[in-house]
C-alpha cells in the first residue's frame, strides 16, 4: 500500500502561514504523528497519498434515494430533495455524494465558501490534496458498532451506521434522543480520561497519545470514505491528466486524418473536374476543328449544334443522325459508350457489350430506323465484347 499522509484541518475560522496541523502518516510497517506548520509538511505531503480531514461540525451528513444517472440533473435535484433539511441556502453549499450497498445515496453537504478558503490556503503553499474527507465519515468505517474519540472538547460519536460531532458537555442529551438501543458500555477513545456521565451507559477508557492516529487507521480503500472534492472541486490526479492529455492526442490524431482525408478528396475532385474540361474541350476540338477561339466548350458546342440543326435538314447530318442513334441507345440496358466520333456524315461509336448477341441485335434494331450500321474491331475481353459501329443515314 502507498503511504497515506493525512492532515487535521483546524477549526479556525482563519488559516494562517503560522497555523500547526495535527498530522498522521501510515505506512505498512509503522504510523507516525505529529504538529507542524503546513510548511514544515511539504515533503511528507508530496511523498504520500494526501488527505485532508475536516471536522464534523463543518460538514452535514444525510442520506438521499434519488436515482438519477445525469450527474447534472442529479446535483440539481438533490437541492431540491435536501432543501428543508438545511438550515443555509442551497446556492452557498456544495454537495458530494456517493452510492451505498443499499442503492442509496450518501450525502454531504459544505459551506462552499469554507472549502474554497481550505484549498486556496493549501494551494498558496503548493499543496493538494488526493482528497479531503469529514471525521465522521472516516468513523463510519470503524468495525465497532459503538464508539467515541474525544479530542478535547469535541466527541466523535458512532453509533450503529451514524456517526455525529457533538460537544462533551450534550453527550447525555444525544445519547437520549437517539431512538437505537443503547449498549450498557461504550468504548471511549481519548488521550485521558474524561469525565463523562450518561445515565443510559457506561463509558470504557481507552487511552491513545494521539486521537487522529486512531479515527485515520480506519481509512481504506477498499470501502471508500466519502470524497468532498466532487464537480468544480475535483482533483486532477496525475492518471486524470493522462487520461485528459491522451483524449487530446487522439482527438488531435482523429481531427488530422479527418482534414487530411478531406484534403485528399478535394484533389480528386480538382483532378477529375481538370480532366472532364480536358476531355469537352479535346471533344469540341475534334467536332469542330476550324475553331480556334474556346471559352466555354458546353455552351459553344450547345450553340454550334443549334446552328447545324437549324442549317442543316437532311437525315445524313450530325444532329438528326444523333437523335435516330440516341432513341436506340438509350433502350440498351447492358451497354456501355466508350466514345463518339462523327466526320463526313458518318458517326462512329466505339461500345462494350456483354455478349455478340446483344451487339448483333442492337445492329439489327438501328437497321430497322433507317440507318446503315457497319460492324469493325471486334474484340472479347474479360468476359465482355467490344466493338466498333460506323452509322450512316439512309440515303
Known sequence: ??????????????????????????????????????????????????????????????????????????????????????????????????????????????????????????????????????????????????????????????????????????????????????????????????SLTSNQTQFNYQIQPHCLTQLCQYYSSDTPVLNLLQGSFQVKTPKSWRLLIGSAIISLALLLAITAYQGYQSHLLQQQDSDLKQQINTLYKKTFPKARRIINPVSQMRTQLKQRQSTLGNQGDFIPLLAKVSRVLRKQAKLQLMSLDYQTNNLTIRLETDNLSQLEALKNTLNQNDLQVTLSDINKENNRVLAQLTIKGAI
Open 1 to 194: 500500500m502507498d503511504a497515506l499522509f493525512f492532515i487535521a484541518i483546524p477549526t479556525d475560522p482563519v488559516l494562517e502561514e503560522s497555523t500547526h496541523f495535527h498530522w498522521v502518516k501510515h505506512t505498512d510497517s509503522k504510523s507516525s504523528y505529529g504538529y507542524d506548520t503546513l510548511s514544515d509538511l511539504k515533503a511528507l505531503c508530496s511523498e504520500s497519498h494526501f488527505i485532508a480531514v475536516v471536522s464534523g461540525t463543518k460538514v452535514f451528513e444525510t442520506q438521499s434515494e434519488l436515482k438519477i444517472k445525469n450527474r447534472k440533473q442529479l446535483e440539481q435535484a438533490l437541492r431540491y430533495d435536501l432543501e428543508e433539511q438545511l438550515a443555509t441556502e442551497v446556492d452557498d453549499l456544495h454537495f458530494a455524494y456517493q452510492a451505498t450497498a443499499d442503492k442509496t445515496l450518501e450525502v454531504s453537504v459544505i459551506n462552499r465558501q469554507y472549502l474554497e478558503s481550505i484549498l486556496h490556503f493549501l494551494l498558496e503553499h503548493s499543496i493538494t490534496p488526493q482528497s479531503l474527507v469529514s471525521e465522521t465519515s472516516l468513523l463510519k468505517q470503524a468495525p465497532k458498532t459503538w464508539l467515541i474519540i474525544a479530542n478535547e472538547q469535541q466527541l466523535l460519536l458512532k453509533a450503529e451506521q451514524n456517526t455525529y460531532a457533538i460537544d462533551s458537555e450534550n453527550l447525555d442529551l444525544s445519547l437520549s434522543c437517539l431512538k437505537q438501543d443503547i449498549p450498557t458500555s461504550i468504548p471511549v477513545y481519548s488521550t485521558k480520561k474524561l
